[in-house]
């Protein structure tokens, strides 16, 4: 039920915001680049690396600064995915750094005495919250890859904490659209809202209990979140306002690696998120579909009917079969094969939209709307592609008294109930079960796609159209353009179910709509555009380096040469 977000429309037209530099050494970049969703948070991973630190210095600082000066979209109180390349070992990495449901958390936790979804607690107050990761994370990319200690890479956030920063129009329309939601967390309305309605575009949000907190991380690690004081403090005030944490189950959070998905779509190396994120295989069954047909070659209809089709595949095995992969058992391997591919396309045709009731039927699953990425490389190589997210708009709308920290809402990407959507439309079942220290399926999906001459770094928010949106930047990449293309490309969606082809307002024309739905598409215009892409380029053989943030937003990307 994201619509009413989607009825507040931005109208955000301007162009990309792109920044180029061209190299000069083929094996390094040579330049520092980073996109992201904040001019501020752009600017506190530029800090970081002039001040010496690597990509994964960087990254720490982006999102410690997002989840000041974006709290709708991510923060300490969530959680997020970090895909990292170390150009030292030439080595992928992913950090899942997903919440966890807490130990007390059942399976029907979210129904009533009738067995019937009640939609409010699994989006609002504290039994809508997961067991955050991102602190956890934070220490860890600083521990395992960093060189520069959290209290550096920590400062600007807490600098911008203690400061505060003025909103913008995104900030507002946010905090309009859950004004109500906040009323229940009188700690958070003071924070985030003034007098008990939305701040006005230029505001300042000061957040001095969070720069505490981030203090804290920063001389004391990830333990000072998890244990002791300050964890106290978070479960009392979860408990006080109707949330199950216990000591326990922060004690008991640990991030984990996971090998990321890799599949290759003609020449292009694609590595993506592995489960529970369910990206990185969706991605890669449409690609295996796609790369069957000479894209290029296709009238426009044609093309846009194949990546639909390819969508509406793909996205029916996510809500079939993936979940936590420590709790469900997931056929990647089978999912993955060229083979598998040939028996999804082979009812695939060119003329007719296939019914996603004609596919073979599952117990569905879901997604959706805040959450925030970004994309970093340093001029060494290193590069991380991060996904990170409270879920709905300001989470929970909840903050432990004292903390400052906004609690997320993730537990709503389980499936509360089989077949019954989340605030996003999805459906799932089994394997996204709502289970005691299980992590819900994600749509997060950061991606680095290769070719021997180029390094393409993407990702963005968007719930279950996140691996859309990536999927439709990907193909740009593909086409050999460059990344100011990959973010603004128009958008379309095909989840499998609803059956029915989502566009960004003015994301087909007039001529595509008639000819889709005269192959029997049933097509549905959004009320406003979505997403919020932040894109690297590194050309290796043209020497250039190129950012981009989408125009949707409020991002800022920028590509410089370090200081010698
Ligand atoms: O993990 C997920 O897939 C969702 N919690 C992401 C939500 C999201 O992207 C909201 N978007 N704009």
Not at 121 to 145: C, F, K, M, Q, T
Not at 174 to 202: H, W, Y
Not at 332 to 350: E, F, Q
Request: glycine share 10%.
């Amino acid at each position: 039920m994201l619509r009413p977000i989607v009825h507040l429309a931005l109208g955000i037209t301007c162009l990309a915001m792109v920044s180029i530099v061209t190299a000069t050494d083929g094996d390094k970049p040579g330049q520092h680049a980073v996109a992201s969703a904040h001019p501020a948070a752009t600017a506190a991973g530029r800090e970081i690396l002039d001040g010496g630190g690597n990509a994964f210095d960087a990254a720490i600082a982006v999102a410690a600064a997002l989840a000041v000066v974006e709290p709708y979209s991510s923060g300490i109180g969530g959680g997020a995915f970090f895909l990292l390349h170390r150009a030292a070992s030439g080595a992928d990495i992913f950090v899942d750094a997903r919440e966890t449901a807490p130990a007390a958390a059942t399976a029907d936790m979210y129904l009533d005495a009738q067995g019937e979804f009640v939609r409010d607690r699994a989006l609002n107050g504290p039994l809508a919250a997961a067991i955050p990761g991102v602190p956890a994370a934070l220490a860890h990319l600083a521990s395992r890859y960093g060189k520069l200690p959290l209290t550096t890479s920590l400062a600007p956030a807490i600098r911008l904490a203690k400061e505060g920063f003025a909103i913008g129009p995104r900030y507002k329309m946010m905090a309009g659209f859950r004004t109500k939601a906040f009323s229940a967390s009188p700690a958070a309305a003071e924070i985030f809202l003034r007098d008990g309605v939305a701040p006005e575009v230029g505001a300042r949000i000061v957040q001095l209990d969070l720069a505490a907190t981030l203090e804290s991380i920063a001389s004391d690690g990830a333990e000072s979140f998890y244990r002791g004081a300050l964890a106290e403090r978070l479960v009392a005030g979860v408990r006080a306002a109707g949330g199950i944490w216990t000591l326990a189950d922060l004690a008991g959070y640990a991030v984990k690696e996971r090998p990321p998905i890799v599949t290759m779509y003609h020449d292009i190396k694609v590595v993506s998120a592995p489960p529970p994120s369910s990206g990185g295989i969706v991605l890669a069954e449409a690609f295996n579909i796609l790369e069957r047909y000479d894209l290029a070659a296709l009238s426009e209809v044609d093309r846009v009917h194949v990546v639909i089709e390819a969508m509406r595949r793909a996205y029916r095995d996510r809500a079939d079969f993936l979940g936590d992969p420590d709790f469900t058992t997931i056929p990647t391997a089978r999912l993955l094969a060229k083979a598998y591919a040939d028996s999804l396309a082979k009812d695939l045709s060119l003329e007719t939209a296939t019914p996603s009731a004609a596919l073979p039927a599952i117990g569905i699953k879901p997604e959706g709307e805040d959450t925030t990425h970004f994309s970093v490389l340093d001029a060494d190589g290193n590069r991380v592609a991060a996904t990170l997210s409270v879920n709905y708009p300001f989470g929970a709308t909840s903050v432990p008294p004292g903390t400052g920290v906004l609690l997320n809402n993730e537990m709503d990407d389980f499936s509360a109930r089989p077949l019954t959507p989340n605030a996003y439309g999805l459906v799932g079942a089994g394997a996204n079960a709502i289970a005691p220290g299980k992590r819900p399926l994600s749509s997060m999906t950061p991606t680095f796609l290769i070719t021997p001459r180029r390094i393409g770094i993407i990702g963005t928010p968007g719930g279950s159209r996140i691996i859309s949106m990536v999927l439709i930047g990907a193909l740009e990449f593909a086409r050999d353009l460059p990344p100011s293309e990959w973010v603004s490309a128009k958008r379309f969606h095909h989840q499998y179910l609803p059956d029915e082809v989502q566009y960004e307002k003015g994301g087909l024309s007039e001529g595509l709509q008639d000819a889709l739905a005269a192959k029997g598409h049933s097509l549905k215009e959004l009320t406003r555009n979505y997403g919020n892409m932040h894109a690297v380029l590194w050309d290796k053989r043209a020497g250039v380096v190129d950012a981009a943030s989408d125009p949707r937003g409020e991002g800022g990307a920028q590509v410089w040469r370090p200081q010698p």
